[in-house]
T-cell receptor, first 114, second 108 residues
Framework: EPEVTQTPSHQVTQMGQEVILRCVPI?????FYWYRQILGQKVEFLVS????????KSEIFDDQFSVERPDGSNFTLKIRSTKLEDSAMYFC????????????FGPGTRLTVT | DAKTTQPNSMESNEEEPVHLPCNHS???????IHWYRQLPSQGPEYVIH???SNVNNRMASLAIAEDRKSSTLILHRATLRDAAVYYC?????????FGTGTSLTVIP
């Protein structure tokens, strides 16, 4: 069964450093997403990406965040200058179409900012 | 502002049916209702989704109220592997709005 993969599984970084979280969505999917989940809290939408551009973003997704699909398979989330409060699980997801279709989530990357 | 409201936790005996309720009183006509579950240290896993009509799949059933302001996820026979946090989610446009979820405990 096809799956979304994410690397690394755990990333530790110092405050102020840049991090790039990587995702490989399912190959024939067209819509891509990043979510985050702070420990003990609910999953929060960050951004959606379609046709090589951001289609929607939440208020969490400020100028410190950016997304890119540098080639036909990878989808990345960059945090320019990490803060302590960026520590969370980050999930990538993809889907083939909008509305009534299933989103496939990756296993997540745990980001720890020290 | 929460778009979905769920009980924090529920318990079920193994092999018994489980009904997980969700309120989404601000739902609009084009918003899909999705249910996902999450095991510890894993990403959310799709369970079922619907728009207006009740839905069945191999994992569960989804009963949607006629006014669409609430829905119920039905697990027909709970197993120990069904113990997870179950999220009732509204898909609004291109965004998923997760609730805080219901933590389901299955008692052997």
């Amino acid at each position: 069964e096809p799956e979304v993969t994410q690397t690394p599984s755990h990333q530790v970084t110092q405050m102020g450093q840049e991090v790039i979280l990587r995702c490989v969505p399912i190959s024939n999917h067209l819509y891509f997403y990043w979510y985050r989940q702070i420990l003990g809290q609910k999953v929060e939408f960050l951004v959606s990406f379609y046709n090589n551009e951001i289609s929607e973003k939440s208020e969490i997704f400020d100028d410190q965040f950016s997304v890119e699909r540098p080639d036909g398979s990878n989808f990345t989330l960059k945090i320019r200058s990490t803060k302590l409060e960026d520590s969370a699980m980050y999930f990538c997801a993809s889907t083939i179409r909008l509305g009534g279709s299933e989103e496939y989530f990756g296993p997540g990357t745990r980001l720890t900012v020290t | 502002d929460a778009k979905t409201t769920q009980p924090n936790s529920m318990e079920s005996n193994e092999e018994e049916p489980v009904h997980l309720p969700c309120n989404h009183s601000t739902i609009s006509g084009t918003d899909y209702i999705h249910w996902y579950r999450q095991l510890p240290s894993q990403g959310p896993e799709y369970v079922i989704h619907g728009l207006t009509s009740n839905v069945n799949n191999r994992m569960a059933s989804l009963a949607i109220a006629e006014d669409r302001k609430s829905s119920t996820l039905i697990l027909h026979r709970a197993t120990l592997r069904d113990a997870a946090v179950y999220y009732c989610i509204l898909r609004v446009g291109n965004q998923f709005y997760f609730g805080t979820g219901t933590s389901l405990t299955v008692i052997p």
